[in-house]
């Protein structure tokens, strides 16, 4: 059986389609239970909803990047109705903290569109290209309180060229955003993720 995602989102959706037609196709062991936006404007909506997939704006409440107070209990209450095995920030603009975090304690993922530890929060790629890295990437995560900061799941490295735009650099990195968090997603669904002393062990070995 599948496990069940829920999908917090902001934005255009990109990774959430990705995320969608890999699970459809069954190339994911899981499948998109309720996705959920703090905009109620996102086009990550429309595309959930074109997609036959329960799709729900609940407002958080305040201009505060941070997601505390009735808006969280909100998020939990509908995550845990759908009775979700995975939570996934597709491109979510709140910080999740305590009681959110505890609710799912290692079954938040998020995606970041850099190699952390280099390069954490907003406009990772600008930030690659102001430092002149040769190479940038994506990481996937698992999500503690402390931004950007939680156990690495998989990363994938992308070489920048000195033409690069942030745009060109984004584009890129985003193909190997989709690639890796369906096969982190997947990997959860397989049971092959552990945490250990901050560390993510794959397959239960000793790699």
Avoid at 2 to 8: N, Q, R, S
Avoid at 42 to 47: C, E, K, S, V
Avoid at 159 to 176: A, G, M, N, W
Wanted: charged share 25%; hydrophobic share 45%.
């Amino acid at each position: 059986m599948p496990i069940k995602l829920g999908v917090l989102v902001s934005g255009r959706g990109t990774n959430l389609q990705s995320i969608i037609d890999k699970s459809v196709s069954s190339l994911i062991a899981a499948e998109v239970a309720i996705v959920i936006s703090d905009k109620p404007n996102a086009y990550a909506l429309t595309r959930a909803r074109e997609a036959g997939v329960p799709a729900m704006y609940i407002d958080p409440r305040t201009d505060k990047p941070i997601l505390t107070g009735e808006a969280e209990d909100d998020y939990i209450r509908f995550l845990k109705d759908c009775h979700v095995n995975l939570v996934c920030l597709a491109g979510f603009m709140r910080i999740l903290k305590g009681k959110f975090i505890r609710e799912f304690k290692w079954k938040i993922m998020n995606i970041h569109p850099a190699l952390l530890p280099s390069f954490r929060g907003l406009s990772a790629q600008k930030q690659a290209l102001d430092r002149g890295v040769r190479f940038s990437g994506a990481t996937v995560h698992f999500v503690t309180e402390n931004v950007d900061k939680g156990p690495i799941i998989l990363q994938a490295v992308v070489p920048v060229y000195q033409d690069d735009t942030e745009e060109s650099l984004s584009k890129r990195i985003l193909l190997e955003e989709h690639r890796i968090y369906a096969e982190a997603i997947d990997l959860f669904a397989k049971g092959q993720l552990e945490v250990r002393d901050n560390r993510v062990i794959i397959g239960g070995g000793n790699g």
